[in-house]
């Protein structure tokens, strides 16, 4: 992973690391790593293939550890063959990036920032927070998740059989973290 990281820099990139889970990585092992900025959050191909596409337990872990990484979601497609899966590997899993331009230094500089969110579907229209509040608001989705260290957080479900829109969150003041799915 070090060589990697180096390499990723010289060459003017940045270094996510691609499906930790389905590797065998651990947050132990990622967190020696200090020039990732990131990791791959799901991966669709993974999660078809062996179920180990979601990499969320450990980018917690690392988060807990006040390691400030970004999370990607990736369908991973290597080709578009659907016999294997039974659906199209393309497209199940993308991130959104809010850069100043559709041009390569412009979205890495977007990555870096974190000016971006990863997604299977649901668009995030907004962030906002303000005194003691945290507020998303999104395309209808079933619920909206609030997830921060070890029991922090909330899941906010739609009533039943209706789609959410939008979901608030309160702060107690001790997170050091809040991500929202």
């Given amino acids: 992973i070090a060589h990697s990281v180096r ?7 940045i270094a996510f690391v691609a499906h930790p889970y389905w590797w065998g990585l651990s947050a132990d092992r990622l967190a020696q790593h200090p020039g990732l900025i990131g990791l791959e ?11 180990k596409g979601l990499s ?10 006040g390691l400030r990484l970004w999370g990607l979601a990736a369908d991973d497609a290597h ?9 199209s590997q393309v497209g199940q899993a993308w991130v959104m990036v809010k850069a100043a331009a559709k041009e390569e230094r412009a ?39 609030f997830i921060g260290q070890t029991t922090e957080g909330d899941t906010i479900p739609a009533s039943p059989g209706g789609l959410l829109e939008q979901a608030d969150y309160q702060l107690q003041g001790s997170e050091r973290y809040i991500r929202i799915e």
């Fill in 7 to 13: 390499l990723a820099k010289q060459l003017g990139g």
């Fill in 41 to 51: 959050v799901f991966n669709n191909v993974c999660h078809y293939l062996n179920g």
């Fill in 56 to 65: 969320s337990s450990i980018w917690d872990e690392l988060l807990q550890r």
């Fill in 79 to 87: 080709g578009l063959d659907e016999s294997r899966f039974g659906r």
């Fill in 107 to 145: 979205i890495l500089q977007a990555l870096r920032r974190g000016a971006f969110y990863s997604t299977q579907a649901p668009s995030i229209l907004a962030v906002n927070s303000k005194a003691h509040w945290l507020q998303v608001r999104c395309s209808p989705v079933r619920e909206i998740r």
